[in-house]
């Protein structure tokens, strides 16, 4: 997929030179599409197919390359995005803890999106990108089609001692990448609790997402994980702007992810225009691990986007559960 996205990147690298498109030459010399942030950090994107935009965002254990069974199989009908966060090289590692944060990713998608010329788009986030999928709903929902949040939320909590723990997990977790290196955290971090259930299903696929991992920055992930993930405002306390979000949007969640699942229901029950669709046996990386139940998912909710047949929960709206309706209304 790289040699051709990459190839189709650069052709819509020169279409696009006036929405602040540039093109970083690799070590081979082939030109890399790149977009430059309003803070003047640099992103690599690849895309491939054309249609309305699909942008994708990764989750921390992986990159812009976890979403491959998406952009293979959505390409054939959308223009699919996906881009390195930074701190995931090809893009740039900034050295300030304080220039990664949930808002800050949320930004950078508007950022890539404004480059490539893009005025509105579906948003697909996994994990970290599903809370910055989220973000962008709360601070950019005139740009947003639809959103996609899978397997969102992890260490989120309204309990103060369990809020402090997670951000102390954070740091410590931070530290050890930076001191033990990332193979040695990716053999620990890919066989995670919510990590096995990949590995028992497509032990080939795992592997491979492991070595990925391993391979990622160790000062780009520990600068996340502190900025990012230990700074975060847990969306349980933010009920008001996610109650705002106008914009469709559909939650998916791994059954046996179980940090996510009371953030899934929050949301359906929160969100006006939520949807939940919950995987039976199913962990963390779900697009990966059920690639071809997690993208009918993804493609029945943009059907019934693009059809306008997504419309407010009957919770959100006031009607609440009875056995015997009063009316048929």
Known sequence: MAMRATACGIAYAKRHDQHNVHRLKAKSGELMPTIKTDDNVTLYYEEAGSGDPILFLHEFGGHHLS?????????????????????????????????????????????????????????VGLSMGAT???????????????????????????DAAAKQRFQQECASFAARIESEGMPAMA??????????????????????????????????????????????????????????????LLVIAGDEDDSTLDLALFLKRTVPRCGLMMLPKTGHGI??????????????????????????SVTVAGKNYTLVPPSKK
């Open 132 to 158: 910055a999928a989220i973000e962008f709903g709360i601070r950019h929902p005139d740009m947003a089609l639809s959103l996609t949040a899978a397997a969102g939320g992890s260490g989120a909590s309204t």
């Open 287 to 312: 697009n990966l691990e059920e690639p071809a139940v997690f993208n009918a998912g993804v493609e029945n909710f943009i059907h019934a986007v693009e059809c306008n047949r997504w419309g407010v």
């Open 187 to 248: 053999e620990l971090y890919c066989a995670g609790p919510a990590r096995v259930q990949y590995r028992d299903k497509d032990p080939r696929g795992w592997e491979e997402f492991k070595r990925q991992f391993a391979e990622g920055s160790a000062k780009g992930h520990a600068r996340t994980m502190v900025g990012v993930q230990g700074r975060r405002v847990p969306l349980f306390e933010r009920k008001a702007e996610l109650a705002a979000i106008p914009v469709p």
């Open 67 to 123: 979403w491959e069974p998406q952009i293979r199989y959505f390409s054939r009908r959308y223009r699919c995005i996906t881009y390195a966060a930074r701190g995931w090289p090809p893009s740039d590692i900034p050295e300030s803890v304080d220039a990664y944060s949930q808002e800050r990713a949320a930004d950078d998608a508007a950022a890539v999106m404004r480059a490539l010329g893009i005025k509105k788009a579906h948003l």
